[in-house]
């Protein structure tokens, strides 16, 4: 396996790339054209990040997001490459007792105001992020407004 860089991979290619560069820890669940879904292991999110965006070519981060699950939390990444058009979507679970995930704004300047939001919105701890402080709701919040347990006023 080469560590080729590849400026416009399509997405068979990076079907193939991935799951080849991290055996077992990244699962292509679909494609579609210019659309490539994988389930990555949490504990090489950041490695699998670098690798796309150092190899395939993909410089945008166009949305970090939560996800919550009831059960579990997802975190899930849409990444762009501007050259071809193909996006990635990258799906990292979390068990609900351990809420760490290491961050990626090292990575994607911009992902730092994704992963901000997504830890004030939903409490997922993005490990090794360079200010990982609340954006909008006061500091004394002691709840996370987007996950499934918070009850709006009035709700049983």
């Known amino acids: ?3 080729e860089v590849y400026k416009a991979p399509t997405v068979q290619e990076i079907s ?3 799951q080849n560069k991290f055996p077992g820890k990244v699962r292509v669940t679909s494609t579609e054209e210019r659309r490539v879904y994988a389930k990555v292991d949490r504990d090489v999110i950041h490695a ?3 690798y796309i965006r150092d190899n395939l070519t993909f410089e945008h981060a166009t949305s970090i997001m939560g996800n919550d699950m009831i059960d579990r939390m997802e975190v899930i ?3 762009s ?3 071809n058009g193909v996006i990635i979507e990258l ?3 979390l068990p609900a007792d351990d809420l760490h995930i290491r ?3 090292d990575i994607w300047t911009g992902g730092n105001w994704h992963e901000r939001e997504t830890h004030e919105l939903f409490g997922i701890i993005f490990d090794g992020h360079p200010n990982l402080q609340r954006l909008v709701t006061p500091d ?3 709840f996370y407004p987007f996950r499934k347990s918070y009850k709006l006023r009035g709700q049983g």
């Open 91 to 93: 799906t990292a679970e």
């Open 77 to 79: 990444y849409h990444l």
């Open 140 to 142: 004394t919040y002691e």
């Open 48 to 50: 699998v990040c670098m």
């Open 16 to 18: 193939g790339l991935l």
């Open 1 to 3: 396996m080469t560590d």
């Open 81 to 83: 490459n501007y050259f």
């Open 103 to 105: 961050s990626t704004a």
